[in-house]
C-alpha cells in the first residue's frame, strides 16, 4: 500500500508539471486514471509566467522602416530608486541592458534569423510580479552576478524546491526575495519525477510543450545538485539552431516598434539572451500645417528640419469610387530645408518639383478602381496600404486600451479628425518617400531622413489619438504624457538645471539647448511623479516566434554601456578642465547640447567651434588654445567609445 501510494504521489506530481502549461499551449485529451482525486484542478494549474505572443498587443507595422539616425544614451537621464528612467526629453533613446531568458527549453535569439523580431508584452502569470520584483530588485544589488540572478529566474519558473537547493542560491534567493516570497514559491513548488513516468506522461504532448515540460523538469534536478555548473543548466535551458514553425507564430521583422504603456514606442534588439538593446522613441508635438483642402503644407521641428509642400491644382485630384473622404492630389514641388552637417549653423535644402502624389482622409474600405496616370501611378496599391495601415490604427487602439498604464488613462480622442490626421501624415510619408527614392536623391548629408521627420509627427499624432498627450496649444505646448518641451518637435537639448545657464534658450544651428528652461517654467518644474518613465523591468521582449525564448531586460547596465557611459564621463571631465583652465571655469554653453552635436554631427570639431564663438571676452589665443584642449579631448571620447565592444 505504501509503495502504491508513493507512486500515485509523483505520479500527481508529473501530472501537475503537464498542467502548468495549459495557460500556453493547447494539449490533447490525456487518459487519466479515474482513482486520482482533484485530478481536473491540478490540470487546470497555470505556469508561473503566462506571457505569449497573444499578450503583445500593441506593434506598429508602419514604423518598421523609422530607424534614427542617431540616439542619445539613456543613461544621461534621471533615475528613480529601483533604476527607471525619468524621461525628461523628448526624442530616440537607447540602452544596452542585462536580459533574462525567462522560457526554458526555447531557442535563442538570433538576428540573422528572419522574422527574428521581438514586441513589448507585460508580464503575466501567477508569479509574474515575484520575477519583475527580483528583476528590479537586482538594480539594487550590483554584487550579484547576473548569472546567479538567472539561476534564481530559471528556479522560479521551473517551479523548484529553494529548500533543496545548494546554500549558494538560497544565499542569492534570501537577498532578491522577500521572506513571504520565499514561502510562497516553496507552497507551489513541484517535486521530482523520475524518468520513466515523466516520460509516460509527456509522451502525447505536442512537441513545443514537451521540449518545456523537460527542460524545467531537467532543471528541478539539476538545481538540487551542488555539483551543477551554469553551463550544465544553460545547455539545458537554452536551445541552439533553428526552431521550428508553430501554429501560434507571428511574422515579426527585427526592429519592430511597440507602443509602450506610458505613451512612448520602443523595441528591442537582443544580443543572446543576457544582453538587449533598448531603443525608445519619446515623440513630441511637430508643427504641422494643412491647406483649406486638408493638405499637409509644412512639417518642421525645432532642430531646423522644415519640409514644405506645394500642389499642382492644374492637375485634377483623383478619386476612388465609394470612397467620398479619400482623395489623391498631386505635388507641384516639395522642399526639404536642413542642418549642414558638416558645419552647423548652416542651412541647406533639397528640392523635388513635379513628381509625386498623395492621399488625403481616411479610407472606408469599400472604394475600387481610381485614375491610374503618370502623375497617380499604383493608386491601387496606395489604396490597399491605406486600407491596411487604417486595420493596424484600430488593432492598435484595441491593444493599448487593454494595456495603458494609469498615467495614460486620459479619454481616447477616437474622433474622426484625429483619425484623418493620423491618416494623412501616413499617406504622406509615403509620398514622400517613393518621391525621394525615385529620384535618386543621396541621403548621405541629412542628420534627419525627412522621411522620419514626419513620422515623428505621426508618433505624436497617435498619442493624441490614443488619448495618452491633450491637444496641442497654440504656444506649441502639451500637456499629458511623455514630458514635453515647449518648442515644436523638440528633439534637443535636456530639461534641468544644466540647461539654465546664459544660452540656455538659445537655438544654435536648429540645436535646442533646453526643452523647458528654469525650474517653473515649461515642465521642469513638475514633480517626477507626473512624469513618464520607463522601467525596463516592467514589461517583456516576446519573440514573434513561440519557439524562441521570451526575456526580461533589466534596468542594469552590461559592460558595453558601462564602457560608453565612462568614455562620456570622461570627455565631460576633460572638457570641464579646458573650461577651467583657458576660461577660468566660465561655461557659456550647456554641455548636454555639446554631447548632442558631437553624436549628431559628421564634423564633431565644427561642433567646438560654434560654441567657443561666444567666447566673447577672451582674446584670440585663448581661444585657440580652448579649442586645442578640446579638440584633444573629443579625440580620446571617439577612440574610446570605439573600443566599447
Keep these: 500500500m505504501k509503495k502504491f501510494c508513493s507512486r500515485l504521489v509523483v505520479f500527481c506530481a508529473c501530472l501537475l508539471a503537464v498542467g502548468v502549461l495549459l495557460g500556453q499551449i493547447r494539449l490533447p485529451k490525456i487518459k487519466v486514471p479515474k482513482d486520482i482525486p482533484g485530478l481536473d484542478d491540478i490540470l487546470r494549474g497555470e505556469p508561473p509566467l503566462t ?14 522602416d523609422y530607424n534614427p539616425e542617431y540616439f542619445m544614451p539613456m543613461t544621461m537621464l534621471p533615475r528613480t530608486a529601483e533604476g ?18 525567462l522560457k ?3 531557442y ?4 540573422n534569423r528572419g522574422g527574428a523580431g521581438y514586441l513589448h508584452a507585460p508580464q503575466k502569470g501567477p508569479l509574474a510580479d515575484v520575477i519583475r520584483s527580483v528583476i528590479r530588485r537586482s538594480y539594487l544589488h550590483p554584487d550579484i552576478p547576473q548569472r546567479d540572478i538567472q539561476v534564481l529566474l530559471w528556479a522560479i519558473i521551473a517551479r523548484a524546491k529553494f529548500s ?4 549558494a542560491y538560497q544565499l542569492t534567493a534570501a537577498k532578491l526575495l522577500t521572506p513571504q516570497e520565499i ?35 531537467e532543471l528541478r534536478s539539476l538545481l538540487t545538485e551542488a555539483e551543477a555548473t551554469y553551463e550544465d543548466l544553460e545547455r539545458v535551458a537554452i536551445l541552439t539552431g533553428d526552431p521550428p514553425p508553430d501554429k501560434e507564430d507571428r511574422q515579426v521583422p527585427r526592429g519592430r516598434w511597440s507602443l509602450h504603456p506610458e505613451g512612448y514606442f520602443v523595441r528591442y534588439f537582443p544580443h543572446g539572451y543576457r544582453e538587449i538593446r533598448i531603443e525608445l522613441s519619446v515623440p513630441a508635438p511637430c508643427q504641422v500645417e494643412h491647406d483649406d483642402k486638408g493638405r499637409i503644407a509644412l512639417v518642421a521641428d525645432k532642430d531646423g528640419n522644415r519640409i514644405e509642400a506645394e500642389y499642382d491644382d492644374g492637375v485634377a485630384p483623383t478619386s476612388l469610387s465609394d470612397e467620398s473622404s479619400l482623395k489623391g492630389y498631386a505635388f507641384r514641388s516639395i522642399r526639404f530645408v536642413y542642418p549642414s552637417p558638416e558645419e552647423p549653423g548652416k542651412k541647406l535644402s533639397a528640392q523635388w518639383a513635379g513628381a509625386g502624389w498623395t492621399f488625403v482622409g481616411v479610407p472606408s474600405g469599400g472604394g475600387g478602381g481610381g485614375q491610374e496616370s503618370g502623375r497617380f501611378s499604383g493608386v491601387a496599391e496606395r489604396y490597399l496600404r491605406a486600407q491596411g495601415h487604417r486595420k493596424d490604427l484600430e488593432r492598435l487602439t484595441e491593444g493599448f486600451a487593454k494595456v495603458r498604464s494609469r498615467k495614460a488613462q486620459r479619454s481616447p480622442s477616437l474622433s474622426a479628425e484625429n483619425m484623418a490626421r493620423v491618416m494623412t501624415l501616413a499617406h504622406f510619408a509615403e509620398a514622400l518617400r517613393e518621391v525621394i527614392e525615385g529620384s535618386g536623391t543621396e541621403r548621405a548629408g541629412w542628420i534627419l531622413d525627412p522621411v522620419n521627420l514626419v513620422k515623428r509627427a505621426w508618433q505624436y ?3 493624441i489619438y490614443e488619448g495618452i498627450n491633450a491637444e496641442v496649444g497654440a504656444d506649441g505646448r502639451a500637456s499629458g504624457l511623455p514630458i514635453r518641451g515647449t518648442g515644436a518637435c523638440d528633439q534637443g537639448g535636456w530639461i534641468g538645471p544644466a540647461s539654465n545657464g546664459l544660452l540656455a534658450s538659445v537655438d544654435f544651428a536648429g540645436f535646442p539647448l533646453s526643452l523647458g528652461g528654469p525650474a517653473g517654467e515649461g515642465t521642469w518644474g513638475e514633480s517626477s511623479e507626473n512624469r513618464a518613465i520607463f522601467d525596463p523591468a516592467d514589461g517583456m521582449a516576446q519573440p514573434g516566434q513561440t519557439a524562441c525564448q521570451r526575456l ?18 570622461k570627455l565631460e571631465d576633460d572638457l570641464e578642465y579646458c573650461w577651467d583652465k583657458f576660461c577660468g571655469g566660465f561655461k557659456p554653453w550647456d554641455s548636454d547640447a555639446l554631447y548632442k552635436c558631437l553624436v549628431a554631427y559628421k564634423n564633431k570639431y565644427s561642433c567646438i567651434d560654434v560654441h567657443i564663438m561666444d567666447v566673447i571676452d577672451f582674446d584670440k589665443a585663448t581661444r585657440v588654445k580652448l579649442r586645442t584642449c578640446m579638440t584633444g579631448a573629443v579625440l580620446e571620447w571617439i577612440e574610446a567609445r570605439d573600443k566599447c565592444k
Design 183 to 217: 514561502l510562497r514559491l516553496n507552497g507551489g513548488a513541484l517535486g521530482l519525477v523520475p524518468r520513466s513516468l515523466k516520460d509516460k506522461a509527456f509522451e502525447k504532448l505536442p512537441p513545443a510543450a514537451r521540449r518545456v515540460l523537460e527542460a524545467e523538469a
Design 461 to 463: 499624432e497617435v498619442t
Design 51 to 64: 506571457t505569449g505572443i497573444r499578450d503583445a498587443v500593441t506593434e506598429v507595422p508602419f514604423l518598421d
Design 84 to 101: 527607471a528612467f525619468v524621461l525628461e526629453r523628448a526624442g530616440d533613446l537607447e540602452f544596452e541592458a542585462q536580459s533574462y531568458c
Design 108 to 111: 535563442g535569439p538570433d538576428g
Design 104 to 106: 526554458a527549453g526555447t
Design 164 to 167: 533543496n537547493m545548494p546554500r
Design 552 to 569: 526580461n531586460q533589466s534596468a542594469c547596465a552590461t559592460e558595453k554601456q558601462k564602457c560608453k557611459d565612462e568614455a562620456r564621463k
